[in-house]
């Protein structure tokens, strides 16, 4: 450690003016250090216990209150980082982040130096008003009292890199070496309140939690419509981490998983390219430093496997390669002597995959624990999409449905895109599947099969045929609607519940032309 660098802390522990740092916003996840700092040090996705490691054996000053310019330390998990700008508006005498340890491949970063570079601009989202960060598509909520342009003149920001840089303690005491002190604030403290979910925000129609299920072809038609299902449906819980609307054991199947278009992604702020690197990186077997776990090392580099590889995505190829019609294609990413004690502090939302052929193509059914609904689910689908492939491609079989369970589906009503999904459910007029070129919207189809109904005057009965693909199911025959409608709900022919009214619409009218007819 060079002299220089003790004399700069030195300098800083003797500055008594300087304000007392205060959380606004997630006080419980923030490891002060020394309250009157003028540093804060993000530790992106690596568990603070690794980093507090790692400073202690390269930099221990860092981590001592009556030497260190580091105010607080915290990672930036989830979508944490506007409650961050809060907290710093609210203690102007922080005037310097650095990031370290792994980003794993997000583009948390970037959004954080592309804020402080080129600021927010408007953005309109479903009719409401948001700020996005310029050339991201980082969302902020739109509240006047957020000083963007101080935050911006203020602050400055540099990743520094993994913990596992042969330079990183050089690297990290160099950089507080060369950073600016100000004694003076700019100006007082500012707070923004981050509004909480009012009553009329987490009120629920009535449905069993539990018995959610979205059936649709592609990925962003399932995600629309099981926002509006949480939205209207979801239970309010109280989490550790704040208010959610949560539905249980969600069930999606999303029938051609596909890219969606750019121009549909882009409305709700997600964008194909970083889908694509999200679905390079689940295929990663990777285990970055200090990170408890990545879906990639869980996948294909954590469990030995008997050919003595730890690849078990190869395994399930080997396996239905040599039995296509295999039920043993099952894949855990659970650890459950470490997860479910929960010994390193953090565990995969992502627990199982299972592959199964199907009428001749390969689906993949996945569980999550937990799933941000807003945020992490509809990348998280993209991931499996090319996790399919992958398997699908070598052992030579088509793709087919992919189906996702989710154990707790959540919406948080602090996220910036909360407006954005109450919109969508406010404005959810519609059961028919929309063409996201043309804009046409068509029938859904019963995957149950159809019904031709009639009246045959000479035996005075309504008549209902199911059909499915042209070929008589059952035939149903009654003086009464009523009658057929208990047959057909015995058998339940009918999955859809536009289906159901539309039949129920028709029986009703036949019956009415047959007491019209005496």
């Known amino acids: 450690m060079g002299s220089c660098h003790n004399r700069t802390i030195s300098a800083w522990a003797d500055n008594a003016t300087a304000a007392r740092f205060q959380a606004l916003y997630h006080a419980d996840l923030l490891h002060e250090v020394n309250p009157r700092g003028d540093v804060g040090i ?28 580091v105010a607080v330390v915290a990672n930036l998990y989830g979508d944490g980082m506007y409650a961050m700008f809060c907290n710093l508006l609210f203690n102007p005498q922080v005037r310097h982040l650095v990031a370290v340890g792994e980003d794993l491949g997000l583009p948390t970063c970037d959004e954080i130096a592309a804020f402080l570079r080129d600021g927010l601009a408007d953005a309109m989202m479903l009719g409401k008003r948001h700020r996005r960060v310029v050339g991201t598509q980082r969302l902020f909520p739109a509240l006047d009292e957020f000083d963007d342009e101080r935050l911006r003149r203020r602050l400055t920001f540099r990743y520094l890199g993994r913990l596992s840089r042969p330079d990183f303690g050089p690297a990290l005491t160099q950089h507080l070496d060369a950073l600016p002190q100000v004694s003076e604030l700019d100006g007082p403290r500012v707070r923004v309140d981050i509004p909480a979910a009012q009553d009329e925000d987490v009120a629920y129609l009535p449905s069993h939690v539990l018995a959610h299920q979205v059936v649709r072809r592609t990925p962003l038609d399932c995600w629309e419509e099981l926002v509006v299902r949480c939205i ?54 990777e285990l970055p430093s200090g990170i408890s776990y990545t879906y990639g090392n869980r996948l294909r580099g954590r469990f030995p496997q008997a050919d003595g590889g730890t690849d078990t995505l190869q395994t399930v190829i080997e396996t239905l390669r040599g039995d296509p019609e295999s039920r043993q294609a099952y894949i855990s990413l659970w650890d459950t002597s470490l997860d479910l004690p929960g010994e390193h502090g953090s565990s995969p939302c992502l627990t199982t995959l299972f592959f199964r052929r199907s009428e001749g193509r390969l689906t993949l059914t996945a569980t999550y624990r937990s799933h941000n609904l807003l945020i992490a689910w509809l990348k998280n689908v993209y991931g499996l999409m090319s996790t399919q492939r992958h398997v699908a491609d070598a052992v030579g079989v088509p793709r087919g ?23 969508m459910a406010e404005r959810w007029t519609r ?8 804009g046409k919207v068509t029938l859904r189809e019963d995957p149950n099969g159809y019904f031709v109904v009639s009246v045959d005057r000479e035996r005075r009965t309504i008549v209902a045929e199911h059909r499915y693909a042209g070929v008589l199911v059952k035939r149903y025959e009654a003086e009464r609607a009523v009658t057929i ?17 539309w039949l129920g619409r028709e029986l009703t009218s036949k019956e009415r032309l047959l007491h019209a007819d005496r």
């Open 232 to 285: 209207r449906f979801g239970r309010p819980v109280m989490l550790e981490k704040g208010l959610r609307l949560e539905l249980l054991n969600a069930h999606v199947v999303i029938e051609a998983p596909a890219d969606d278009p750019v121009e549909a992604l882009a409305e709700y702020a997600f964008s194909l390219d970083d889908f694509r690197d999200y679905q390079r990186r689940i295929l990663n077997p």
């Open 42 to 69: 993000l530790t992106l996705w690596s568990p603070h216990r690794t980093v507090e490691r790692k400073l202690h054996a390269v930099a221990p000053e860092l981590l001592d209150p009556e030497r260190s310019r």
């Open 431 to 438: 059961d028919g599947d929309i063409d996201r070129t043309t």
């Open 485 to 501: 409608e208990n047959e057909v709900a015995a058998d339940m022919a009918v999955s859809l519940v536009s289906h159901a009214m």
């Open 401 to 423: 449905p992919i189906t996702v369970v989710s154990h707790s589906l959540g919406i948080d009503p602090t996220n910036a895109r909360y407006d954005m999904a109450r919109a």
